[in-house]
């Protein structure tokens, strides 16, 4: 059985002392809100692990970095190394996202590089996937996104050490989202991929993203395979992201 995950994607908003109350809001109602049906990881700028981590330390809430290096260390001047997260307290790194992708330039074997360099440092590799709406359009999305699932995902991935995240680049920030049918076709096709890449295919966590909102939120969290989502600008607002998660049930 797989648990819901509610995954909050910061990006590069906040100072510290707005993200100290924002996390420490999130804790206060996890802690209150006792036994939930879902796990929430909230993913800071790198510059607010520290203050995050330790707004969260009492309650059951992990912490993520926003992207890492493929390498452990070297001369990489501004990146940062997935050991360096871990040694922050974080639990998670997202790779892949399509602000990194697109803004960055990263190609699949980059993102691999980094998901290998995530497990490496015993962090859950968050791999991210998305086509552009000209592929959708073209009616390529299912195999743009087969294909960068195989390209991306390193060896030695597990459903311990890997989630999967899908994200419409279209569906990022602009108020769209695909439907349910076209979200669950994605999400199966993913795991049906997954089965010839990791052990134990149906353990791995499925997420989607791209503008969920508290009142989209149940219909795509209910959808079979979505086993939760990667929420951007709506994770920065406690009472948004929580509605949000309280959709999983
Ligand atoms: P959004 O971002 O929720 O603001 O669309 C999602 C993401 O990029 O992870």
């Known amino acids: 059985m797989r648990r819901k995950f509610i995954v909050g994607n910061w990006k590069m908003h906040g100072l510290r002392e707005g993200g100290a109350a924002l996390a420490s809001d999130l804790a206060g109602r996890m802690l209150g809100a006792g036994d939930v ?7 800071p700028p790198a510059t607010l692990i520290h203050t995050v981590v330790q707004a969260v330390s009492d309650a059951p809430v992990s912490v993520g970095g926003q992207d890492c290096h493929g390498k452990d260390s070297g001369a990489h001047t501004g990146d940062i190394g997935a050991p360096m997260l871990a040694d922050a307290g974080c639990r998670y790194v997202i790779v892949g996202h399509s602000e990194r992708r697109q803004g960055h330039g990263e190609l699949s074997g980059e993102v691999k590089a980094k998901a290998a360099a995530a497990h490496r440092a015993g962090l859950i590799a968050i791999v991210c996937v998305g086509e552009t709406e000209a592929e959708r359009d073209a009616g390529r999305a299912l195999d743009v996104i087969a294909r960068m699932v195989d390209e991306s995902m390193p060896d030695g991935a597990t459903a311990a050490n890997t989630v999967v995240a899908y994200e419409p680049v279209w569906a990022i920030g602009t108020g769209r989202t695909p439907t349910p049918a ?7 096709m993913i795991r049906r991929r997954l089965a010839t890449l990791v052990d134990q295919p149906d353990a791995v966590r499925i ?3 791209g503008s969920v909102k508290p009142d989209n939120a149940a219909s795509l969290l209910h959808i079979d395979d979505v086993d939760g989502a990667l929420v951007g600008g709506a994770s920065l607002k406690a009472d948004e992201f929580w509605a949000i998660a309280e959709t999983c049930r």
């Open 37 to 43: 049906a879902f796990d929430m990881l909230l993913c």
């Open 182 to 188: 076209d979200v669950g076709a994605m999400h199966s």
């Open 207 to 209: 997420l989607y993203g």
